[in-house]
Every structure is written in C-alpha cells, then in structure tokens.
C-alpha cells in the first residue's frame, strides 16, 4: 500500500511534480511555505499546508527539525525531500526514520557515503569505477597538492550538486581567491564547506545513468541522458538518450551503474553521473542521491514514472521492472528556462514577472514543469529557475524542431530570460550535430551573443513600435474622445515613444494602416487587437503581438519570445529615477548592484587603488556568487554597503574615482 499522508518539503516546480504522481495514487499531500510563499502554486494545490517559521533558507527550508516536528504534526507518513534544499542531507534522512516518518530516497549511510564527493570517489574507485586524479584537505594542503597537478583544475564543493560550488582555475595564483569564494558559496548553500581538487577535462561530455534500486536487491537502469550543454557548470539542456554513446558503451556504463549501486546496498532512484572524454573513455563524476531536475527526459522515453517508483519503492515494494522489460522510445530534449540576463552575463534577473503565456501542450509530446502560472514574483533568495520545457518525438531532429516551435511561443515579461539564448542555441550546427561538450556554451559565448541578436531582428523593431502605440492608444480610448468618433481618426494620430531612443509615432490612415516613425512609413493590415494581444500582417507575414505592463508603470511587447521594453514620453519625464539611472555612465565613477541579492564580500576599503577588472564587491543572488568588477583604473572614494547586506538592483555600492579622470569629473 502506499502512503496516506505525503509531506513534501520543498517549493516550486518538484513540490507540484510530487504532488501530481501523489494525487494520482490518492495520497494527501502537505505543503511547507515561507511568508513570501503564502500564495504559491505548491501552497495553493496542496490538500493543506504548513508555515515555516524564519526569515532565511537556514531557519526555513534547511531547518530539518521544524521540518520533521511539522510532519509529526501533520500525521504524515513520509517526507519526499524533492531536489536540492535537504534532499541530499544525511542527517535529516535519519532524523525521518528515527521519529517514525519514511524518507522517500536512499538512507542516511547512501547519502553520506555518495552524497559527499570525496566519500563517493574513493568507494568507487575501490570497486574499480574508472575515477579522475583528485585531492582533498585544508587550504594549506589544497594549495600544495594542486602545485603538483597540471593546470587546469577544478575545486568542487564536496557536499556539492546542481552546478553550485564549482570553479575552475586556469593558474596557480588564482588558486587561493578561489578555494576562498567555493567554500563559501558551498557552506551557504549546503551546509558545508569542504572543497575538493581534481584534474579538469578539456573537452568532457556530462553524460548521467538514471537508476532504481528496491529494498530488495533488485537495481535496474533506465538508460542515460546527455547534460553537456552546461553554463558555469549548472545544466541548460537535457537530452535522452545521448547521441554520443554507441548501443555497446551504453550497455556498458549502465551496467556499471547498476554495479555501483549494488556495491553500496543502495536503495530508491539516484543518478550516477560520469565525465566522457573524446576518446570515450567515461570517469565517474559523482551520485546524485536524489531525484534529478532533468528527470522527465527519462520520464518519457521510457513512460516510466520516476516519482511512482520512488514512492513505492519507499513503501517497501518489490519492483515490477526487470532490465529487460525497459524499452526506449524516440528523444526527448529539456531546456531551462532561468530568470537571467544573457546579455549581461547571466546575472540572475529576479522580479515581477507582469505577463506570462506558456507553450500550448499538446499530444503528450510538450510537458511543461513549472511552478508560474501567470504574473507573480521571482525571489532572489531561490533558484533562478522558471520553468522546465520538454519535448518528445520520434527521433531527435524532430525533437529539436519542437523544442524551437514551443520556444517561440512561450511570452515572459517583466524580467530577463534565456528563451531567445535558448532558441539561438538550438539552432547552431554545432548543437544539431552534436558536435559539443560542456565548454560549448562558454567556448562559443561571443557567436552565440552575436547571433542572439541577429535573431531578434529577424522581426522589425518598427512593429514593435507600432503595437506599442496601438496598445497604448487603446487603452487610451474609455478616457478621451476617441470613445465618441470612434477607435481613432483617419489621421492625425500621434504618440511619442521611447525604444531605446525617442520616437514620434504618427497614424496617417487606417485600412490598411498607413504608419510614420518619423520619417520612415510603413504599412500593416489585418490589424485585430485585444486587451493584450494584437495581430498584424506586414509584408504577407502575419505576427501576434502581446502586451503588459508592471506595477512600476514598465510596459513590455513581445513576440515569439522575444520582448522589448518601451514607454511613453510623457511617462519617462515624469520618471526621474529611471532616467538617472539610464544616463549613469562609466566614468560617473558610481558601481551599481546589478541584482538583488546579498553582499557576502568586500575587496576593497576607501582609498584603496584599484586595476581595471578587480573585484570590489561580490553579491550573492538565487544561490549564485557574483562577482562585481572594477570597470576602469580607479581609486575607491566611498564604499556605501557593509558584508551582510542586502542590496537592491542598481543601488549605488562604491564610488569609484578615475584616476584618469579630473575631480571635478566625479559627480557628488
């Protein structure tokens, strides 16, 4: 039988995943939340839900005993851990059983014995698992191994997983800052702060095995997935099955799994990850002990519920699966979609979200996991990502194809996405001849930027423009005269707008519209336009155009996901702020926070002389470090924030003098 009462103790896109598996085999479900969660989707589906006292993800979300105590109070029968937060914590594994609640994942000896990286890279080279050279120790004894090692490394964090907690370093000089910067953000996300050193891949492939193990004894494999699209080594996109393997290798690495995994008495699903380099020969990485973020590639080539199986397994249940009944079935491609700016790195874009139209599913082969539904706020405190798009078909081509359709129809406003990096990326031979490795994104970063832009202009900025204008001049219409002589006269119609310069927008006649931007005409037809869509033809071509607008008074148009920001003339003289802030140049000398977030390190202090490209100051958001560097030579006049801190975007933190330039450059 499976479990009465489920308490899922986590938030976002895996609590909603749980509960869905869980509804379907009629289990209660219970919800955590924090004051900022109170109306979140996960809040609002759960059978009922629980507050978490604290202010912080320590005091909340990592506080294993509220946790526990709230489950006890719930009469819940079992907690499912999710990804990330405690899903991989040893302590609270047994802190579960030890109050009479089941853990739906591995016990506590899995969990310390894989979940810690050095533990689980010395189990398995005991057995024989192919493993890469590493070291692990204090600082003092990091920095002298690593001087016996070829350049480059990487430092990991040893309690690590999902991309955080993980430099590489080219140089030894480079070595302390960044065994310093790992073991923080790894201490601040996992509770530990441990790091480890090993030899770097120049050009790996990350290819993982997904597997399930019974109380029993029984452990199957569920094939693989490719997750060598990577950035700042957090995963992009997810396919299965991996186009590099050959049906021999793939045998052999699951086979390998599944030894794993039996040496070690493991139980429930878990994902055996391995680094395979150009010759094919694969190492293993590291366990996640967990369900995967990427987990629904294998969901749907395989129609096996991943989730289902944790949950029975759990429960006591002998699987029903043998090796030989798991089939494949076409491809499937997962992309993230983050709250981030590519165009500036990639810094987390946390906010409102004013406007929010997913993917249309359809037939089985689009599965869209994600916790928005519609306008609400991304918080800096969590991970920045919003959703997860899968696509399913025949083969991978196909696949593709359907991955760039759906991303062309998914509209997000308010905050910076990836959905047009994501778009471009799918497109480049490279991707479509997976021709990759995990450098690709960073090797390839200036083509794919260069490229992004080209395909934004694939559509006109001009109608852009022209729908913002006749989205504005509707909204104008219960308020003025158009009401009484109808939509709007033949002529004469004017707006003044701002798209990255000002533009007068003149309505010269209408069926079909004759338009002026200043002084170049254009002419679209079919025009049909609602509350917050519009449809126009121009040039034969037909576009739907969608329109928003933020609390702060924003508006946003978009098309085939791509969006721009615009206002009104009049609405950004009467916005003094914004246009400080737009007219704020390098050399004003003033170093702005570009995120929300929280000041973890200052690197400088007032009069100290800086080069261009150190850092001042280093500012954690969604879980991530970011380091915010000197623009020019300077000397540092005033620093306005202290460690600790938390910072809003574009808050002024440090006033930087040019050296170069004269006082009186320097506004005060």
Known sequence: MYYKRLLIANRGEIALRIMRTARELGIHTIALYTEIDR?????????????????????????????VEIAQRAKADAIHPGYGFLAENAVFSQLCIDNGIDFVGPDAHAILLMGNKVNAREFAKSIGVPVLEGVVGDSVRLIEEAEKMQFPLLIKAASGGGGKGMRIVYKKEELSAALESTSREAASYFGDGTVLIERYIQNPRHIEVQILADQHGNVVHLFERECSIQRRFQKV??????????????????????????????????????????????????????????????????????????????????????????????????ARIYAEDPEKEFIPSPGEISFYKAPKLFDGRLRLDSAVTGPCTIH????????????????????????????????????????????TLLNTDHFRQNKISTHFCQNHNDTLMRKMQEDK????????????????????????????IGYWRQQGTKLRIVDEEVLDIEIISKNPYDIKINDACYTVENVNIDRCHLMLEFNSVRYLFYQSKNTEGKSFVSCQGIVRELMRWSEMQSNIGYIGFTDLKE?????????????????????????????????????????????????????????????QNRMELIILKNIKSKPSDISS
Do not use: C
């Open 457 to 484: 202009l694939e559509i006109p900025a001009a109608l852009f423009q022209i729908s913002f204008a006749l989205f504005e001049l509707k909204r104008d219409k219960a308020n003025s005269i158009w009401e009484e």
């Open 587 to 647: 050399s004003d000398g003033r170093i702005l926070s570009p995120m929300p977030g929280r000041v973890v390190k200052i690197e400088v202090k007032t009069g100290q002389i800086v080069a261009k490209g150190d850092v001042l100051i280093i500012v954690e958001a969604m879980k991530m470090e970011n380091s915010i560097l000197a623009p020019f030579e300077g000397i540092v006049e005033v620093v306005f924030v202290s460690e600790g801190d938390q910072v």
């Open 237 to 334: 996109i997810e396919e299965a099955p991996s186009p590099t393997l050959t049906p021999e290798l793939r045998k052999e690495m699951g086979n390998m799994a599944v030894f794993l995994a039996q040496e070690m008495n493991y139980t429930n699903a878990g994902t055996i990850e391995f680094l395979v380099d150009e010759d094919l020969n694969y190492y293993f990485l590291e366990m996640n002990t967990r369900i995967q973020v990427e987990h629904p590639v294998t969901e749907m080539i395989t129609g096996i519920d991943l989730v289902e199986k944790q949950l029975s397994i759990a429960s006591g249940r002998k699987l029903k699966l043998r090796q030989e009944d798991i089939h494949m079935k076409g491809h499937a491609i997962e």
């Open 380 to 423: 800096s405190d969590y991970d920045p990502m919003i959703a997860k798009l899968v696509v399913w078909d025949e083969n991978r081509d196909l696949a593709i194809e359907g991955l760039h359709h759906a991303l062309h129809s998914y509209e997000i406003h308010g905050i910076k996405n990836n959905i047009m990096y994501l778009h």
């Open 39 to 67: 109306q979140a989707e996960h809040v609002l589906q759960a059978d009922e839900a629980y507050p978490l006292r604290g202010n912080n993800l320590q005091e909340t979300y990592l506080n294993l005993n509220q946790i």
